[in-house]
């Protein structure tokens, strides 16, 4: 039964569990106060009665000094009774006025007897009820018992108690009444939380339905539930941010299996027209062989360029145990005159001016890396702009870091492609061919590689001005 009802009890609301707690704690603050205050008043009427019958008997004990007995009548319901006492005996003197069983009164004598000051005692007389009983001593040998009736203190009592019960009974059924009301007001706020877990809970968590809208509003419940509602609501902005990097990457990563399967088909179909070509043109004139099969080697290799950086992307996204990158203290403006002087054997068309600042600058890096993101910006340089526009390289050190700046003079980047071009396989001119404008990974090589070495790249300029700031630590790692 008691492990029924403690399984019922645990099953119910947390606001209906602190009011029925409450409720039984108010009981015992209750219970105890009635019972302290009963006694006190039992006490004090008592009190206040012996006190009545210790004047009493000083008047009950002249008259029996005088003449035997009590001849004074005592107050209705009083008894007065005078003993000759010796030894264990009690004699009782007549005429007496006592109950028909006057063995208490008669057993207070006797111990008066021995006793060396008044007595006082409560007893229960057959058939009359509770009495206060006091004796005290009128001279020697002789004692006076006088009996009063308590049942105006126990009238009095009683009353209390029912009054305690009545108002305890109320006060303590409009605690649990208003205090269950005040508690749900003060849980409101977590179960506003609870249905907004429970939405949470059934929300579509897909792409489409990527940001959460619930949130928990409100003001009340405290300074806990305030800091509570707070590290809930941080917490589902942390979830939202969370959702939204999920779908950003998932998104991202259709849209590279898209264009990685685009740009290789491209290549491959290529690559397969060139084979049928080479097929037929087996018994033509060797010219037109060699040609095909030139042809067919130059597919060939583009497509493992890019499967070359497609796999280099993959390694530095993995951030594998062995890092793809060898690094050595090497000289970066040494690294910058090689990259230019490539630039200018392969892009005659193109002014170039190279600005290296101090005649060495070592910095710890991968000099192979680091040279192919230099000349994966000049190549985005030349190719992206006009023959004849201005390219220049700048080399500029810090205390903290080393600045390369690649900036060319050509049409510039629009304002809507800035935030998207260290994006793989995105091209600013949709419409540009990839025999000239590449693959659209070159940029986002150099990020990841440049984001390899500790440092970052940054797009900047105006129009008719295209910026790109390579910046590496001074002491990368």
């Not at 028909?100 to 057959?126: F, N």
């Not at 009301?181 to 968590?205: E, F």
């Not at 992307?313 to 970066?332: C, Q």
Request: glycine share 8%; proline share 5%.
């Amino acid at each position: 039964m008691i492990r029924r009802w403690w399984r019922a009890y645990r099953g119910l609301r947390l606001g209906t569990r602190l009011a029925l707690g409450l409720g039984v704690l108010s009981l015992v603050v209750f219970a105890v106060v009635g019972t302290v205050l009963t006694a006190y008043m039992r006490d004090y009427l008592e009190r206040q009665l012996a006190d009545q019958m210790k004047l009493v008997q000083i008047v009950q004990s002249k008259d029996a000094a005088t003449h035997g007995t009590v001849r004074r009548k005592p107050y209705y319901g009083w008894y007065t009774a005078v003993y000759d006492v010796s030894g264990d005996s009690a004699d009782l003197r007549t005429p007496a006025e006592v109950p028909a069983d006057s063995r208490a009164l008669t057993a207070l004598a006797r111990t008066m007897a021995r006793s060396d000051g008044d007595l006082t005692r409560t007893v229960r007389i057959d058939g009359q009820g509770p009495y206060l009983l006091r004796a005290c001593e009128v001279e020697p040998g002789v004692v006076l018992v006088s009996a009063a009736p308590m049942g105006d203190v126990e009238d009095t009592v009683e009353q209390l108690i029912t009054v305690q019960v009545v108002a305890f009974g109320l006060a303590l059924l409009a605690l649990v009444v208003f205090g269950r009301r005040m508690l749900r007001r003060g849980l409101k706020p977590l179960s506003d939380m609870a249905s907004t877990a429970h939405g949470i809970a059934s929300h579509d968590l897909t792409e489409s339905a990527a940001r959460l809208p619930l949130r928990v509003d409100g003001r009340d419940g405290g300074r806990e539930v305030a800091e509570l509602r707070t590290a809930f609501n941080t917490m589902l902005e942390h979830i939202d941010d969370s959702l939204a990097v999920r779908a950003e990457a998932e998104r991202r990563l259709r849209r590279f299996v898209a264009d990685a399967s685009h740009e290789l088909r491209t290549p491959l179909m290529s690559v397969r027209g060139y084979a049928d070509l080479f097929q037929y043109a087996a018994a033509n004139e060797p010219g037109e062989r060699d040609r095909h099969l030139a042809r067919l080697r130059a597919e060939a290799a583009r497509m493992g360029v890019l499967l070359d950086d497609l796999l280099l992307l993959a390694r530095l996204d993995a951030a594998e145990a062995e890092a793809p990158l060898r690094w050595e203290d090497a000289d970066l403006t040494e690294l910058v005159r090689q990259a230019g002087d490539a630039f200018r054997a392969g892009h005659p068309e193109h002014p170039l001016t190279v600005t290296t600042g101090p005649a060495v600058v070592k910095v710890r890096m991968d000099p192979q890396r680091i040279r192919q993101v230099l000349d994966n910006l000049l190549t985005n340089a030349a190719v992206h702009t006009p023959p004849g526009s201005k390219v220049s390289v700048a080399v500029t050190v810090t205390p903290d870091a080393v600045r390369v700046a690649v900036a060319d003079t050509g049409p510039g980047i629009p304002a809507a492609d800035r935030e998207r071009v260290f994006d793989r396989f995105y091209r600013v001119d949709k419409a540009r061919t990839r025999d000239r404008g590449g693959s659209g990974l070159g940029l986002a090589v150099a990020g990841s590689l440049v984001r390899a070495h500790g440092g970052t790249i940054e797009l900047g300029g105006e129009p008719g001005v295209t910026v790109f700031t390579v910046t590496l630590p001074a002491a990368a790692r």
